[in-house]
């Protein structure tokens, strides 16, 4: 509804005001509902007010993704979860340490409406039209951020990969290496199941993994299945897990993705540590082909300015400087390598910011997407990554033949991956297992 449609309203209702007391002094007034406690996670609550909004949210994005809702209590159910997982995360995030200021969510907040080709202002306007409130939307962002954080600290820190892992994949790879050439888009249902289960629990959720399995094939919506019944972290988005090759995935999956991509219904069933998997191949394409063995690999040379955030140099400082160091760049046509040597706080600064030449997965992915975006010579705008904030230059580009340094390197991240894949799932269940949560069903 429009301003003046508003105002038109508003006014009609003054008008009548007079000849409707009358009647209105006979009807009821409607109660406001009750914000309820829904839920207990050990010191915090989780209200009815919050658990409606993202409900809504999550009804948007299902809606965006041509995935039909699932019934209102099993949503309701899935969002309650997903909240008492954010409430623990930030309580651990909390004991830990972990904070994220507003400073940071405004340029997150201020970087997603730039992907999306939006000002703030009309990202903020989106999300009105859609009726989600605005602080809603930037405590959702701090909380993936806090995730992301926590994450880094307990999980990621911890994965090791050791030389003889390496030497084992490349072998593996140099036999069958479709594993590199094919990327699977592959959407899955996680149903959990662990040996601190008692029978009966571990026998229903084999019944309720079998039972779904059978509604993939017979044609079910995959999507609505997947935001209906797993509790896999992406299943408010309908279960996609995004393009992924067999490297990537944990080895029961791969061997169960790889055929279901050749049977007629494009599913089957995994069972693994963390229980039942049933996947759906939404379809397949070529791969970074020769990614493993030597083939040609483009490589960017290319300079960067960094500025950190500190104690000393809070955000607010650091984004000062660097627009103004952009400035001075790109329109006093200032020379890079020698702002580069006075203000970065990269160690390349003596280089004048140069990293030499870099592929594929040398460089965290929003200094990757900064760079690939820029063509030779162009400066980019002040980009936000977990070190700083940037300003990017490409160089040159090349075609390369792939070293046996760089085989190695890929190697190390695709078992990365694969690995913070099972522990990330790992982590999440145990730091679910441990919060107190009481669970007030008659509430909503």
């Not at 409607?30 to 009804?59: C, F, G, M, Q, Y």
């Not at 949503?75 to 309650?80: F, G, I, K, N, R």
């Not at 299943?235 to 080895?251: H, I």
């Not at 103004?324 to 706080?345: G, N, P």
Request: charged residues 25%.
């Amino acid at each position: 509804m429009n301003k003046v449609t508003k105002l038109a309203l508003l006014a009609a209702i003054s008008a009548s005001i007079c000849s409707t007391t009358a009647f209105a002094a006979d009807k009821p007034v409607d109660p406001k509902p009750l914000n309820r406690v829904v839920a207990v996670v050990n010191t915090d609550v989780i209200t009815s007010n919050e658990l409606n909004e993202r409900v809504h949210s999550a009804a948007l994005n299902l809606r965006r993704q041509n995935i039909q809702l699932p019934p209102m209590p099993q949503l309701q159910a899935q969002v309650l979860e997903h909240l008492i997982m954010d409430r623990a995360v930030q309580q651990r995030a909390r004991e830990t340490g972990i904070r994220v200021d507003d400073a940071l969510v405004n340029v997150t907040i201020e970087q997603i409406a730039a992907q999306n080709k939006l000002t703030v202002a009309q990202l903020r306007k989106r999300l009105a039209d859609d009726k989600v409130p605005f602080n809603q939307f930037r405590e959702e962002i701090r909380g993936q951020i806090t995730m992301q954080r926590l994450r880094e600290r307990e999980v990621e820190a911890k994965i090791n990969i050791p030389e003889s892992e390496i030497d084992a994949f490349l072998a593996d790879q140099a036999g069958f290496n479709i594993n590199d050439t094919v990327e699977y888009h592959v959407a899955q249902i996680l149903i959990p199941a662990s040996k601190s289960m008692n029978s009966d629990e571990m026998r229903q959720a084999k019944n309720l993994a079998e039972d779904l399995l059978d509604q993939a094939e017979d044609g079910a919506d995959f999507g609505q299945l997947a935001a209906t019944y797993s509790k896999a972290s992406d299943a408010l988005e309908g279960g996609d897990m995004g393009w992924r090759t067999l490297s990537q995935m944990p080895t029961t999956m791969a061997d169960t993705v790889r055929q279901a991509a050749k049977s007629k219904h494009k599913v089957g069933m995994s069972v693994s540590s963390d229980g039942y998997s049933i996947v759906k191949v939404l379809g397949h394409r070529d791969g970074v082909k020769n990614k493993l063995s030597g083939g040609p690999v483009t490589q960017t040379h290319v300079r960067h300015i960094l500025l950190a955030v500190t104690p000393v140099t809070p955000e607010a400082m650091v984004l000062e400087r660097i627009n103004d160091i952009y400035r001075r760049l790109t329109q006093d046509k200032a020379d890079f390598a020698t702002l580069a040597r006075l203000h970065s706080v990269d160690g390349t600064a003596t280089r004048g910011g140069d990293l030499g030449w870099l592929q594929t997965g040398d460089s965290v992915p929003a200094f990757e997407q900064a760079m690939n975006q820029l063509k030779s010579g162009e400066i980019s705008q002040p980009v936000k990554t977990q070190y700083g904030y940037h300003i990017i230059q490409v160089l040159d580009r090349r075609e390369d033949a792939m070293s046996e340094e760089r085989m190695r390197f890929m190697a190390r991240q695709a078992l990365r991956e694969r690995k913070l894949a099972e522990a990330t799932a790992t982590w999440q269940r145990e730091l679910r297992d441990r919060a107190f949560v009481e669970i007030r069903r008659e509430a909503y």
